[in-house]
Structure formats: structure tokens, C-alpha cells
């Protein structure tokens, strides 16, 4: 199999002809190439995106009324959902991901479809008052043509909720999938085409990050670029960015605390926390990776999460287990390099998991892994580690909960266990992070909750209502009529 970029609702060969290997993880065996983008590919798909949004906002794409842009992006989740095996299938067998993981992909891609095609039309602007004499208003206009670097880890949903809010706003996209995952948005570009987009909306250029990603970064036609991924290749799209004054959003990485006080509800935090931290192979910007538990009842929690670690499995997804293997060669030597460096460092490992006797050698499987006493200042409570590894440590009170809490570089995502409402309260506004949950964590999705980092997990908001306004220019237009 050979996939091309996808251009103007066609499929393209890249110009230097040049392919890039696509291997399942699952045996380390390739089974397709994607095409090696270049400066070239990824400009011939900014003028595509430009002339579907024309010089005055008069192209085929920008020219479609509001209802219309909406109607289509419903009809685009509608054909998601009808797609939706066919695209776990191919995300699973890409990426490694349990079949299971891969499906909420799709879910929640067209759920994020879905959102934003009802916000279409409640996107408007105000009037202001102002000196006597004037009528002033704002309105929302498209942003113009917008550059979408998606990383491996959740391609679709990552699609979802950065290429519909900018759709829905009325902008036209050139994405750059990973090298290792573009199948999955390949194919949702051409069930756009499908459902009745306009040539040149949606444009898709693959290939490596230095080259395809970089060039993207640096197009003078991207008005608007959303990046998630790394906080160093974060750093260096953000000033590609800024230099040449594009705003940008940044979902950078994270090292996101669970805190357990001891009068929290085990039984319903318990499953939670396993889950923030397997799901997907721990392979999730926003993963638990730290658990921070009040000593009273320290033991009592590890115990009961061996128990759970220990019965962890990871497999084929074809099986279908908790975990799939990860991504590719590369982070499969980087999570064990780290797990043995603090095995080095004197670490205590509390509890593994096993691998599924089915999974080949080849694949890129790495156990589930449960780290005990772990030094704040360890490199593995402080580097994300991007892999079911979680790191556990003890805490007298409060103050140092909130103090270890917020001892990383990251603030992306925190979880707060407690039944004392007003503690809760209080840890919520002290948690440096961009979304704090009680009592649960991740709140199953929440496509309509604004999402991203403080700190070196980036800058900006994506998700919700929140990120489509991202994705507007906003024009103020003052009228003296007296
Ligand atoms: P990882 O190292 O885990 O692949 P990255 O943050 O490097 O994580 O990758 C996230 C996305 O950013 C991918 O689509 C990748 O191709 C892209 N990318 C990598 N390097 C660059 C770069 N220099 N400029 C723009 N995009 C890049």
C-alpha cells in the first residue's frame, strides 16, 4: 500500500518521490509507506486551502453560509460514526493501539465533529457602547488558512478538536499527521471529500517533522498554527511562529499529579487513577503519571494497586487487552531506558504487569509499571515518560500536596481525591495546571471543556468554545453616524 498527501480532494504523490515506511508496532513488520513531504508538498497545499477561502473570503469553501458549514460538519461526524470500525481497524493497526482505545477515538472524533457543527451559528459578534454618535460592533471572521501539527498518540481525536473548531469557524486546514500515524487522517480527508467539501478545505501533507512539520511552521500562508506534541519541538514551532507573528496553540506534554487525601472514596478513585495512567499505553499528554498519597494511608492504596498492576495486560490489538504495544522502536528503548535508570538510581518497583504470550517479540510491548517512594527530584517524577509507568510518593499534608504537586516544569492536567468539599475548592485554585478534577479525572472526554497547559505544557486553549474563538480574527468596526 502506498498513500499519497491529500490535496485539493485528490490524492498526491509526493515531488521527490521520495516514501517513508509505516510499521505495525504490534510486530515491528512495515506493511505500507506514506509519502516524505517537503517545503513543496506543503506549499502546494497552502494554496489549495488559500483559494478555498479566495482573496475576499469569496472561495467555494469561505463563501458557504454559516447553516451550510454547519450542515456539512454534521454530515461529516455522521459519516465518522458510519466509518468508524474501518478507521479503528487502520488507527490500531498504525499506531498499536487496543482496538477498544481506538474506537472512543472515532467516538469522540465525531462528537468533537458534532460540537462544533453546532457552534457554527452561535459564533457572532457584539455591539459595544461607545462615545454618542457611533454604533460599534465586533464580528468573528475566519483566521484564514490554518496549519495543524498532530502528533501519534491520538490522531483522530487530535484532528477532531483542533481541524472542527477551525472549520467550524470557518477556515480552511493543511494538517501534518505524524510520520508514524497518518493513516487515520488520511482517510478522514477523503470521507470529507466524500460527505462534500469543498477541493482545497481540508489538505493533508505527510512526512517527517524536521522537514514537512518545520516547513509547515514556517509558511508564510498559515495564519493561525496549533501544535501538539513535545515541549522542546513545541519550542521550535512556536518560534517559527513567531517570528513571522502567526499565533500559535501549544499542547505540550505533562507530568500530571493525582492527589489522594485519606478520606477519599477508594473505591471509586482507585480504577480511575489505573486507568489515567494505562490508557493508551500511557502514551497521553494529560496521563496521572504522578500519584501523591497522604502517608495515613500510603500502604493501604499501593497495596491495592499492585493487585491491580500485577493483572495488567498488554497484547496485540487484535486481542484487545488494557494496553497495545507503543508507538515505534524509538519510545519502546526510551520508557525501558528510564525504567532502568531509576531501577539504577535504587527506585523500588512495587508491582509490573505481564505481557499477553501472543505478543510477538518484534512488537514494541513495555509491562505496565508501578514505581513506589519515588524522589520528587528523580528524573522520574520530573520527565514525562510517555508510557504506563506511574510514579507513587507519600505526603504529610496540604501544604506539601501542593508543594510536590507543583514541583514539575508541567502544568497541564491535575485529579484532587477528597470528600471535603472546601479542601477541594482550595487545592483547586492553588493546582498550577490548566484543568483540575474532583473526584474524577478527565471527565470521560469533555469535548466542551477548554484544555491545555500552563508552564511548559504550552500556551493556549483547545477544546470547547473556548478554542474556536482561538481560531477567529476578531474585526471591531466603529460607525460615527452623528
Ligand atoms: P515525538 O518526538 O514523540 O514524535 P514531537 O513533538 O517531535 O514528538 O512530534 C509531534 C509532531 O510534531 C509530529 O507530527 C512531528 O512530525 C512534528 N514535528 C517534529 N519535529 C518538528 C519540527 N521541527 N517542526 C514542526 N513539526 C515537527
Not at 457552534?119 to 462615545?131: R, S
Request: with cysteine; proline share 5%; glycine share 10%.
Amino acid at each position: 500500500m502506498e498513500f499519497g498527501h491529500y490535496i485539493d480532494n485528490a490524492r498526491v504523490a509526493p515531488t521527490t518521490g521520495e516514501r517513508i515506511e509505516v510499521v505495525d508496532p504490534s510486530t515491528g513488520k512495515s506493511f505500507a509507506t506514506i509519502a516524505r513531504g517537503n517545503a513543496t508538498d506543503v506549499q502546494t497545499a497552502v494554496w489549495a486551502a488559500q483559494r478555498a477561502m479566495g482573496d475576499t473570503l469569496d472561495g467555494p469553501w469561505a463563501r458557504l453560509s454559516p447553516v451550510d458549514r454547519s450542515n456539512l460538519l454534521f454530515a461529516y461526524a455522521a459519516a465518522v460514526v458510519k466509518h468508524g470500525d474501518e478507521l479503528a481497524q487502520l488507527e490500531a493497526c498504525d499506531t498499536g493501539k487496543a482496538l477498544k482505545t481506538a474506537r472512543a477515538d472515532a467516538s469522540v472524533l465525531a462528537r468533537y465533529l458534532q460540537y462544533y457543527a453546532g457552534c457554527v451559528d452561535k459564533l457572532h459578534g457584539e455591539t459595544l457602547p461607545y462615545a454618542s454618535g457611533f454604533t460599534v460592533l465586533t464580528i468573528r471572521e475566519p483566521i484564514g488558512v490554518t496549519g495543524h501539527i498532530i502528533p501519534w498518540n491520538y490522531p483522530m481525536q487530535i484532528y477532531g478538536r483542533s481541524v472542527g473548531a477551525s472549520l467550524a469557524a470557518g477556515n480552511a486546514c493543511v494538517v501534518k499527521p505524524a510520520e508514524d500515524a497518518s493513516l487515520s487522517v488520511l482517510r478522514l480527508a477523503e470521507i470529507a471529500a466524500e460527505v462534500g467539501f469543498p477541493s482545497g478545505t481540508i489538505n493533508i501533507v505527510t512526512g517527517f517533522g524536521g522537514e514537512a512539520g518545520a516547513a509547515l511552521s514556517a509558511n508564510q500562508g498559515i495564519s493561525h498554527i496549533s501544535f501538539t506534541g513535545s515541549a522542546v519541538t513545541g519550542a521550535l514551532v512556536g518560534r517559527a511562529a513567531a517570528e513571522r507573528h502567526c499565533p500559535a496553540v501549544l499542547e505540550l506534554g505533562g507530568k500530571s499529579p493525582q492527589l489522594v487525601f485519606e478520606d477519599a472514596d477508594l473505591e471509586q478513585a482507585l480504577p480511575v487513577i489505573v486507568n489515567a495512567i494505562v490508557q493508551n499505553a500511557g502514551q497521553t499528554c494529560s496521563a496521572g503519571s504522578r500519584l501523591l498519597v497522604q502517608r495515613s494511608i500510603y500502604e493501604g492504596v499501593l497495596e491495592r494497586l499492585i493487585e491491580r498492576f500485577s493483572s495488567l495486560r498488554s497484547g496485540p490489538p487484535s486481542i484487545d487487552l488494557e494496553m497495545g504495544p507503543l508507538v515505534n522502536a524509538k519510545q519502546h528503548a526510551r520508557v525501558r531506558s528510564i525504567v532502568e535508570q531509576a531501577e539504577t538510581e535504587g527506585i523500588r518497583i512495587a508491582a509490573r504487569g505481564q505481557i499477553h504470550p501472543e505478543a510477538s517479540h518484534e512488537g514494541y510491548y513495555q509491562q505496565a509499571v508501578l514505581f513506589r517512594d519515588v524522589p520528587p527530584q528523580s528524573q522520574l517524577a520530573q520527565e514525562e515518560v510517555f508510557g504506563p509507568v506511574l510514579a507513587a510518593m507519600p505526603f504529610e499534608d496540604e501544604a506539601e500536596a501542593v508543594k510536590l504537586a507543583n514541583g514539575t516544569q508541567y502544568g497541564l492536567v491535575a485529579g484532587v481525591w477528597t470528600r471535603d468539599g472546601a479542601r477541594a475548592l482550595r487545592l483547586a485554585r492553588k493546582l498550577q495546571a490548566g484543568q483540575v478534577f474532583v473526584n474524577n479525572y478527565g471527565a470521560g472526554g469533555g469535548v466542551e471543556l477548554p484544555f491545555g497547559g500552563v508552564k511548559a505544557s504550552g500556551y493556549g486553549r483547545e477544546k470547547g468554545f473556548e478554542a474556536l474563538l482561538g481560531f477567529t480574527a476578531l474585526k471591531t468596526i466603529a460607525i460615527k453616524h452623528d
